[in-house]
């Protein structure tokens, strides 16, 4: 079948797409974009979050046909150009970053906590991120880069 | 496999009449996982989305919400969690932000797995479940007649879940589940109570702790005769812990690889006696607020 989607804001028009396909698939291997990660294909890991209209969620478990017509911004829309988000920049910065699997569902979820709270608390970060899973950084930098990226809004670092 | 778009309820209805076998899909969150594992290959995937009204929710005639199988555990928890705190509590439970950015209750019944946490505190509540076809029209099911075992429920093949009937909290609801961390885990079981001090009874539902959710008849029996609705005294111990003993009773559980039996039994009584605890504390103090 054919979908039709918005992502990053480009029209992308679909072809070929199997109906059970998850939207993951469909951004990674038709439209070349594989920032979103394919780990669990269950919604435990977090790594392929991506907004959908808005919303962060896993696209593993959005069916690609849901998608049609909606707006989808993945962890390749969220830098303005050559300059990164101030999330990412806070991950590079604070070493929240080790074999950076994990990174990219991590940097979209934080990202939307950031925009809807302003000043986190470290409960608020915990809680948001809960459905992120980082083997690797035992999660201390992955805090201390959110709280940076959190201070740097605010205008607090 | 064929991908079903409905704009209406009707088109919706039509299209589960004319395939039988065709799976609604909501947030995708249980049936997608089925998919990409390759457990089920349905004829269709029937696309809820789209269908607008489902998304809404509304405060009945009679004063009871009527809420639609497609609003999420998010907007659930922000816009009726003072009006369903119990619902609430369990939604707050569910999976991960990005998960409940998704996820349904009418996505929970359809699955209608035993470990569902939106099942415990619809049954403490005593909600009612609004299904409908395209040939018999539509029918209320008590949520204490919708499960009908390990992941049946007494949908007909025709029939999709339109909302859930829930009437606003008149007292104090908790929910509780027990599990290895504090995210992103199916239940290992769960219990809610739902104190209803205007009939001066408790409602209860225990979950994952038997082939489905159920009441705890008996504790909620027991509850109606023996806790102190006017005086509004000091909850017994003995009292909550026998409230405990019977809520266990009731539970039917197996041993699984998310715990034993005979923990489950255990745990559901602890569960129990302490949502009580909580329920009493608020409804003491309640009233002392209005003293």
């Known amino acids: 079948m054919r979908v039709n989607l918005t992502v990053n804001g480009r029209p992308e028009e679909v072809d070929g797409v199997w109906e059970g396909e998850s939207l993951l698939y469909v951004l990674r291997e038709r439209v070349g974009l594989p920032g979103a990660k394919n780990a669990c294909e269950q919604g435990e890991c977090g790594s392929c979050t991506v907004y959908l209209d808005g919303l962060p969620v896993c696209a593993c478990l959005v069916a690609a046909g849901q998608a049609e017509g909606r707006q989808v911004r993945t962890v390749e829309g969220l830098a303005g150009g050559d300059r990164l988000d101030p999330v990412q920049e806070a991950f590079v910065e604070c070493g929240a970053v080790q074999c950076g699997f994990c990174t990219p569902g991590l940097v979209v979820q934080a990202h939307d906590l950031i925009e809807r709270v302003g000043a986190p608390s470290d409960e608020e970060i915990r809680e948001a991120l809960a459905g992120n899973l980082c083997r690797c950084t035992g999660y201390e930098k992955i805090m201390d880069a959110v709280r940076l990226a959190a201070a740097r809004k605010a205008g607090t670092a | ?291």
């Open chain 2, 1 to 291: 496999m064929e991908f079903l778009r409905p704009a209406t309820w009707a088109e919706a209805l039509a299209a589960k009449a004319g395939l039988p076998e065709a799976v609604p899909v909501q947030g995708g969150t249980d049936v997608m996982v089925e998919i990409n594992f390759d457990v089920r290959r349905p004829p269709a995937l029937l696309d809820l989305t789209r269908v607008g009204d489902l998304a809404d929710w509304e405060v009945a005639a009679d004063g009871r919400l009527r809420v639609g199988a497609g609003v999420t555990y998010a907007r659930l928890i922000a816009e009726l969690g003072d009006r369903l705190p119990g619902l609430a509590q369990a939604a707050r439970t569910v999976g991960s932000p990005q998960i409940r950015n998704r996820g349904t209750v009418g996505g929970n019944l359809g699955a209608a797995s035993p470990a569902g946490d939106s099942h415990p505190p619809l049954l403490a509540t005593g909600a009612e479940i609004e299904v409908a076809s395209a040939a018999r029209g539509t029918r209320m099911i008590p949520a204490t007649e919708f499960y009908r075992g390990v992941k049946r429920s007494a949908l007909a093949p025709d029939e999709l879940v339109r909302a859930f009937w829930a009437p606003p909290a008149t007292g104090p609801q908790y929910f509780a589940k027990v599990g290895t961390r504090n995210a992103m885990v199916i239940a290992v079981c769960s219990f809610a109570v739902a104190l209803h001090p205007g009939e001066r009874r408790a409602g209860t539902g225990v979950g994952s702790a038997a082939p489905t959710p159920r009441r705890a008849t008996a504790a909620e029996e027991f509850a109606a005769a023996e806790l102190d609705w006017a005086g509004r005294a000091p909850l017994d111990p003995g009292l909550a812990a026998r409230f405990g003993e019977l809520a266990a009773a009731a539970a039917e559980p197996i041993d699984d690889v998310r715990g034993t039996a005979a923990y489950r039994r255990h745990a559901i009584a602890v569960l129990a006696r302490r949502t009580l605890a909580w329920a009493w504390h608020d409804y003491r103090k309640e009233a002392a607020a209005c003293a």
